[in-house]
């Protein structure tokens, strides 16, 4: 099956019949679908958080650039990601905060990331749990929710 969570449609014309196909957003495209500038190190930041299979604190990020930058702006990129709905945050065991890429349905000024996390015991890493969605909850009468999170703790594959 093929994933178009993140694609842009092209078409192109054969025998006079337009065939529609998806192609690969590249990560200029990302950011210039969320209204970001494009710079070398916002390039490199979609690079490293796209490219990895669990959320990165704002540390470990700035340890794989290719890129020279102090952290300061390191910091600056990563909240207008959050802002842009490009990555959300997360907590780790520490309380440190914790940046993955969001899904489609997060935009400009909200995040739609109804999926659970998955927090390591042993290492501390925390991973995204796309197929986990959080539960419908019913809330007394007057109670208005404006977020949630499930996050659930155990051993990664890694640490077993």
């Not at 337009?18 to 209204?35: I, Q």
């Not at 070398?40 to 796209?50: E, K």
């Not at 910091?75 to 899904?103: I, Q």
Request: glycine letters at 6%.
């Amino acid at each position: 099956m093929v994933d178009l969570s993140q694609t842009q449609l092209c078409c192109i014309y054969f025998c006079d019949q337009p065939l529609t196909f998806a192609a690969p957003m590249t990560d200029t495209d990302m950011l210039r679908h969320h209204d970001l500038r494009v710079t070398a190190l916002r390039l490199d930041l979609l690079r490293i958080l796209r490219g990895s299979d669990r959320a990165l604190t704002h540390q470990e990020v700035e340890s794989r650039l290719k890129v020279e930058a102090d952290r300061v702006s390191v910091f600056r990129s990563l909240n207008a990601f959050e802002e842009a709905g490009l990555v959300h945050r997360v907590l780790d065991a520490r309380g440190t905060s914790c940046f993955a890429p969001c899904g489609d349905a997060c935009g400009h000024g909200h995040h739609n990331d109804a999926h659970a996390h998955f927090r390591c015991n042993t290492c501390g890493h925390v991973f995204c749990l796309e197929a986990v969605e959080l539960p419908k909850v019913s809330l007394p009468k007057g109670f208005k929710l404006t977020s949630g999170q499930l996050q659930l703790e155990g051993t990664c594959n890694s640490c077993k």
